[in-house]
Nanobody
Framework: VQLQASGGGLVQAGGSLRLSCAAS????????MGWFRQAPGKEREFVSA???????THADAVKGRFTISRDNAKNTVYLQMNTLKPEDTAVYYC?????????????????WGQGTLVTVSS
């Protein structure tokens, strides 16, 4: 599967961005999908995930600000990011889970997109 992430950019603190991740293939709907991020000098960390059923989970750092959703007809997963903070600055990666559940475990994903840079200025 190929994953193409887009939507990153430069935004002021308090602003919003929506990331998109388009997936190739015919079986998108049966897999969990996730978003992770990696800031300079830090390890890649979990952000949000969505299962095949639509059930979602978010990291504590983004709860109430970020929303993950999916459109199976378009083979696309989205990450709506509101009230952005400078500490949200990172490269954001989308990933496809090995199974139908979207989890916070990086090892539960085996297909990764190329990443899209989000920069939040103070």
């Amino acid at each position: 599967v190929q994953l193409q992430a887009s939507g990153g950019g430069l935004v002021q603190a308090g602003g919003s961005l929506r990331l998109s991740c388009a997936a190739s293939g015919r079986t998108f709907s049966i897999y969990g999908m996730g978003w992770f991020r990696q800031a300079p000098g830090k390890e890649r960390e979990f952000v949000s995930a969505i299962s095949w059923s639509g059930r979602t989970t978010h990291a504590d750092a983004v709860k109430g600000r970020f929303t993950i959703s999916r459109d199976n007809a378009k083979n696309t997963v989205y990450l709506q990011m509101n009230t952005l903070k400078p500490e949200d600055t990172a490269v954001y990666y989308c990933a496809r889970a090995k199974a139908g559940i979207g989890t916070d475990g990086i090892n539960d994903y085996n297909d990764w997109g190329q990443g899209t840079l989000v920069t939040v200025s103070s």
